[in-house]
C-alpha cells in the first residue's frame, strides 16, 4: 500500500496560501484583497470535516441582538441547522457558534485590537440551550455555554521586532474575559494559541478585571499550518458538540 507524506501535503498547501496571498497583495482595491485573502481562509478550514462549516456572517441572538459581522464564522450544520438569511447576508445562530475569526494581511497591534472588539461583540450574545434528544429517544437538559473560540488569521508579521513572543505579550496587556484571543496564525512567522489568568476584584461597585499572566503555546516544529490545523482541533474537540437550539426562545413553536 501506498504512503501518504502529510507534512509534505500541509508544506504544498501553506506554499499555495502564500503564492495566493503575495497575488492579492498587488490587487489596488483593499475590499477586493480582503475578500480574496478571507477566500483562502474559508477553502482551508473545509479541511475540518463535515461537523464544521465555515461562512462569512453575522450573529444573531434569540433577542435580535446581533455582532459585528465577522470574517470567519466556525459553526455547526448538522446538530443545530437554524441559519437565518437577509439580502445574500447569513445570520448564525449564537448557540452554533465553535469559532469566529478576522482574517487580516498584517500581524500588528492595530489588527490584534480590531480582532478583540470582533471577538467581544459575539461572546457579548446571549445563548439558550434547548433540551438535546439522543438516538434512544431520551431527552436531557441542555449543556452549559462553552467559551466562544476567538482568533486571528494573518500572512505575515507587521512588528519591527522579531520576537514575537515578546510582541504578543505587549499587545494582549488590555486583554479581558469576554475579548479574549484564543488562537492567532500567522503563515509567515506561526501559528499561537493563548491561555489567560485574569483577577477579578470590586471596586466602587465595580468588578475590575486585571490580566495576570499569559500562556503562550508556539510550537511550530511541523510547519505553521499543519501546526494550526492540530492546534485548533485540540481546541475545537474540547467544546464537543454545539448547544442545542432552543426553538421556543426564537419565537418558533409548534
Known amino acids: ?54 461562512e462569512k456572517a453575522t450573529i444573531i ?4 441582538n446581533t455582532s459585528e459581522q465577522i470574517d470567519i464564522v466556525l459553526y455547526d450544520a448538522y446538530y443545530s441547522p437554524l441559519i437565518f438569511e437577509n439580502n445574500g447576508k447569513k445570520f448564525i445562530p449564537a448557540e452554533s457558534v465553535f469559532a469566529v475569526f478576522e482574517v487580516k494581511q498584517i500581524l500588528n497591534d492595530e489588527h490584534i485590537s480590531y480582532a478583540q472588539n470582533k471577538i467581544e461583540s459575539v461572546r457579548k450574545l446571549k445563548r439558550v440551550s434547548g433540551d438535546v434528544y439522543t438516538l434512544d429517544g ?6 452549559k455555554p462553552y467559551e466562544i473560540i476567538g482568533g486571528l488569521l494573518t500572512y505575515k508579521s507587521g512588528w519591527v521586532d522579531k520576537n514575537i513572543i ?51 503555546n508556539g510550537n511550530n516544529e511541523n510547519g505553521v499550518l499543519i501546526s494550526a490545523y492540530f492546534k485548533l482541533l485540540r481546541m475545537l474537540a474540547k467544546l464537543g458538540n454545539c448547544l442545542a437550539i432552543n426553538y421556543n426562545a426564537y419565537g418558533i413553536t409548534d
Open 1 to 54: 500500500m501506498g504512503k501518504v507524506d502529510l507534512k509534505k501535503m500541509f508544506a504544498l498547501k501553506q506554499a499555495q496560501m502564500e503564492s495566493s496571498f503575495e497575488a492579492n497583495s498587488v490587487l489596488q482595491h483593499s475590499t477586493d484583497k480582503g475578500d480574496a485573502t478571507e477566500e483562502e481562509w474559508l477553502c482551508w478550514f473545509r479541511n475540518f470535516g463535515r461537523k464544521y462549516k465555515a
Open 61 to 64: 441572538d434569540c433577542d435580535g
Open 138 to 143: 431520551r431527552c436531557t437538559a441542555g449543556k
Open 166 to 216: 515578546k510582541n504578543f505579550e505587549k499587545s494582549l496587556q488590555g486583554t479581558k474575559e469576554l475579548n479574549k484571543i484564543n488562537f492567532i496564525c500567522c503563515l509567515k512567522a506561526g501559528a499561537f494559541s493563548f491561555e489567560y489568568e485574569i483577577g477579578h476584584s470590586k471596586f466602587s461597585g465595580k468588578d475590575i478585571e486585571l490580566l495576570t499572566n499569559i500562556i503562550i
